[in-house]
């Protein structure tokens, strides 16, 4: 049975949205370094007491914006089974991408995010981690690989592509790949998907004594990543 929601509650979500919204075009507009409360409430026509009682703080509102957007605190925890999940895998990331370089706010408020250290940012990052390894042991149980296995490399890649999205506005090229434009990132992705998918390599033995493995352990194929 579905909860019915009263006036008040109805009223403090359409005066939250609005105070998301608001932040949200003030970011992209301007920045955020210039943000302070006096100007969020005259755009937004909220009261300060209403900004401090809703969301604590500016920074609060700020954080509030990048929770309800962040990619990893937002994806579904439910996966497929084990012959399926190199292809989820595969379209996760490219999502990741794909929704992280379509918001201009979101991308300048996880830069905002890197500078802050507040109980705010803390609380937020925790969430995001608290998703990130509930994601993580799935992924483990599913495929029989341990979290340690696992973790550092799902590291490598949700960083890394933050990282490059966050830097495509101030830095063009990164190893020849032109990340300002669209084929830059189409190559981007087919390097995760080689990462996830492999190439098409038995494992067997070098004469050098080396063993052809997995760098991602999913999957049939494997990568010419060598192990001793």
Request: proline share 5%; glycine share 6%.
């Amino acid at each position: 049975m579905k909860t019915k929601t009263t006036p008040t509650e109805r009223d403090r979500e359409t005066t939250e949205r609005r105070l998301l919204d608001t932040i949200g075009q003030m970011i992209t507009e301007s920045g955020f370094e210039k943000i302070g409360i006096n100007a969020v409430a005259s755009q937004s026509g909220v009261s300060k007491i209403l900004i401090y009682r809703y969301f604590g703080s500016v920074e609060g509102l700020m954080a509030a914006y990048i929770r309800q957007h962040d990619f990893w605190i937002n994806f579904p925890q439910e996966l497929p089974d084990r012959s399926q999940l190199p292809t989820f895998l595969k379209n996760m990331f490219k999502e990741q991408i794909e929704q992280l370089r379509s918001n201009p706010t979101l991308k300048r408020l996880y830069r905002w995010e890197l500078s802050s250290d507040n109980a705010i940012v803390m609380t937020l990052r925790e969430q995001r981690e608290k998703a990130g390894m509930q994601r993580l042991t799935k992924i483990s149980e599913l495929t029989g690989y341990s979290l340690e296995e696992l973790a550092p490399l799902a590291t490598i890649l949700t960083a890394s592509i933050t990282y490059l999205v966050m830097l495509e506005e101030f830095c063009p090229v990164y190893n020849g790949i032109p990340l300002n434009k669209d084929a830059g990132w189409k190559q981007i992705i087919e390097g995760i998907n080689t990462l996830i998918f492999g190439c098409d390599l038995p494992y067997k033995e070098s004469a050098s004594g080396y063993f052809i493995a997995p760098m991602f352990p999913f999957g049939n194929k494997v990568n010419i990543v060598t192990i001793k």
